[in-house]
Nanobody, 118 residues
Framework: QVQLVESGGGLVQPGGSLRLSCVTS????????MSWYRQAPGKQRELVAF???????NYADSVKGRFTISRDNAKNTMYLQMNSLKPEDTAVYYC????????????WGKGTLVTISS
């Protein structure tokens, strides 16, 4: 059974930084593309950043230049470094793995809450 577990959320002042982590099952991490999504109250869940198994990345325009996605395949861990945080970044952040091309499955973590407030 594949499990994705996020951590690192919390309360940060505007302009501050935070790093999120997602620990995954070893059976899929080395082969599956991974993403960070977020969902704010009353809004649709949106893609924040994407990373392939080879390390190629893509970002939403709203976070480009401020957030950095990375992965350590040896540790089965994905990260999201968030800098220059704004109140509009407040959301529940979710880890996502797309294994459809391998076993037809997708996987979501339970989410971690990030709150940007003074």
């Amino acid at each position: 059974q594949v499990q994705l577990v996020e951590s690192g959320g919390g309360l940060v002042q505007p302009g501050g930084s935070l790093r999120l982590s997602c620990v995954t099952s070893g059976s899929i991490f080395s082969i599956a593309p991974m993403s960070w999504y977020r969902q704010a109250p009353g809004k649709q869940r949106e893609l924040v950043a994407f990373i392939t198994r080879g390390g190629s990345t893509n970002y939403a325009d709203s976070v480009k230049g401020r957030f950095t996605i990375s992965r350590d395949n040896a540790k089965n861990t994905m990260y999201l470094q968030m800098n220059s945080l704004k109140p509009e970044d407040t959301a529940v952040y979710y880890c996502y793995a797309d294994a459809k091309t391998f076993n037809g499955m997708t996987y979501w973590g339970k989410g971690t809450l990030v709150t940007i407030s003074s």
